[in-house]
């Protein structure tokens, strides 16, 4: 994956994983955009590859929810950018800061550039 991101962005991956490492115990929130889908498969092939990851995919646009049940010890890797529930999905995320802590969920979102602005300005509280 290296080859397709600059020194910066190669830095803060390292600094996600390091997170990674440090979350074991309580939520974590990582919010990610890429401009192409040949760019989102890379991301998320990366971060499959890690052993505390794992691949959700939403049955609902109350993903929140669903992942209230599963097991909260690993990351779940949630590649949003070709979804076609995003804008429900994006609502549901709006509000979802405390459901996140409670369940202590850890999660990875991956967004198209335009859904993550869009979600930026409408739910800040996620980016606090």
Same mark, same amino acid.
């Given at each position: 994956?290296?080859?397709? @991101?600059? &020194? !910066?962005?190669?830095?803060?991956?390292?600094? /996600?994983?390091?997170?990674? *490492?440090?979350?074991?115990? #309580? !939520?974590?929130?990582?919010? @990610?955009?890429?401009?192409?889908? *040949?760019?989102?498969? /890379?991301?998320?092939?990366?971060?499959?590859?890690?052993?505390?990851?794992?691949?959700?995919?939403?049955?609902? &646009?109350?993903?929140?929810?669903?992942? &209230? #049940?599963?097991?909260? &010890?690993?990351?779940?890797? /949630?590649?949003? %950018?070709?979804?076609? =529930? /995003?804008?429900?999905?994006?609502?549901? @995320?709006?509000?979802? *800061? =405390?459901? +996140?802590?409670?369940?202590?969920?850890?999660? +990875?979102? @991956?967004? =198209?550039?335009?859904?993550?602005?869009?979600?930026?300005?409408?739910? %800040? =509280?996620?980016? !606090?």
């Amino acid at each position: 994956m290296k080859e397709h @991101l600059t &020194s !910066s962005e190669n830095i803060a991956f390292r600094n /996600i994983e390091r997170i990674m *490492r440090l979350r074991k115990s #309580s !939520s974590a929130l990582f919010l @990610l955009s890429t401009n192409t889908q *040949r760019l989102s498969s /890379i991301f998320e092939k990366h971060f499959l590859e890690l052993e505390s990851t794992k691949s959700f995919t939403p049955q609902s &646009s109350n993903l929140l929810y669903e992942l &209230s #049940s599963y097991d909260n &010890s690993f990351f779940y890797f /949630i590649n949003l %950018y070709a979804n076609n =529930d /995003i804008e429900a999905i994006m609502k549901t @995320l709006q509000f979802g *800061r =405390d459901f +996140i802590a409670q369940y202590k969920l850890k999660l +990875i979102f @991956l967004f =198209d550039a335009e859904h993550y602005q869009k979600l930026q300005e409408n739910a %800040y =509280d996620l980016f !606090s």
